[in-house]
Nanobody, 122 residues
Framework: VQLQASGGGLVQAGGSLRLSCAGS???????VGWFRQAPGKEREFVVG????????DYADSVKGRFTISRDNAKNMVYLQMSSLKFEDTAAYYC?????????????????WGQGTQVTVSS
């Protein structure tokens, strides 16, 4: 499974961005998660969803502001981010794993895309 994240950029606090994760064909069968890592900090879970979107889990810090969605016909997973805060600044990664459980631990994910940088100016 190959993944490629895109859509990052510079945005003012309160603004919005949509990240995209393009996957190879098999991604439609996988649970996909978004993680982020700020300089000097550990990689942290943001949100994850099963292949059919039935199970979705959000980190408390992004609930109500971020929304994950997927278009399996296009092998795409999206992360819509709204009401962005300075503390959302990080490199964002999409990751995939087989199975139908949304783990929050990064070590549970087998496939990773490269990061896309999100910078929120205060």
């Amino acid at each position: 499974v190959q993944l490629q994240a895109s859509g990052g950029g510079l945005v003012q606090a309160g603004g919005s961005l949509r990240l995209s994760c393009a996957g190879s064909e098999r991604i439609r069968l996988y649970t996909v998660g978004w993680f982020r890592q700020a300089p000097g900090k550990e990689r942290e879970f943001v949100v994850g969803t099963t292949w059919n979107g039935v199970k979705t889990d959000y980190a408390d810090s992004v609930k109500g502001r971020f929304t994950i969605s997927r278009d399996n016909a296009k092998n795409m997973v999206y992360l819509q981010m709204s009401s962005l805060k300075f503390e959302d600044t990080a490199a964002y990664y999409c990751a995939a794993r087989s199975g139908t459980y949304v783990y929050t631990e990064s070590r549970k994910y087998d496939y990773w895309g490269q990061g896309t940088q999100v910078t929120v100016s205060s």
